[in-house]
C-alpha cells in the first residue's frame, strides 16, 4: 500500500515553479535535491509540509500539478522514489 500526497513543485535556487513535466524530468534526473515538493493541503498533518527533492519519502506517491496548483493547472505528474533509491516521473 503507498500513500499519495498532493504536491506543487518549485525550482530550491531561483524559488520559481517548474513550468514543464519535461523540465521536472530532467531536474529530477540531474540533482533533484535542488527541487522542492510542498503540500497542497489546507489543514492536517501535511498543511506546509515541505520535501526536498533528495529526501522524498520510499513509497509515497508525489501527485504534482505544475506549473502551479493554485494558478496554473497545465500538467500533471506522479512522483515515486523506490526502495533502490530511483525517482520517477510518470
Do not use: C, H
Request: charged share 20%.
Amino acid at each position: 500500500m503507498s500513500d499519495w500526497q498532493n504536491v506543487g513543485i518549485r525550482d530550491n535556487l531561483t524559488g520559481r515553479d517548474i513550468p514543464t513535466k519535461k523540465l521536472l524530468k530532467e531536474q529530477i534526473g540531474l540533482n533533484p535535491r535542488f527541487l522542492t515538493f510542498y503540500s497542497t493541503d489546507a489543514f492536517g498533518a501535511n498543511a506546509a509540509k515541505i520535501w526536498f527533492g533528495d529526501s522524498l519519502e520510499i513509497g509515497v506517491k508525489y501527485s504534482v500539478t505544475g506549473p502551479n496548483p493554485y494558478t496554473s493547472r497545465k500538467w500533471y505528474a506522479t512522483v515515486e522514489k523506490s526502495a533502490n533509491g530511483t525517482i520517477t516521473v510518470k
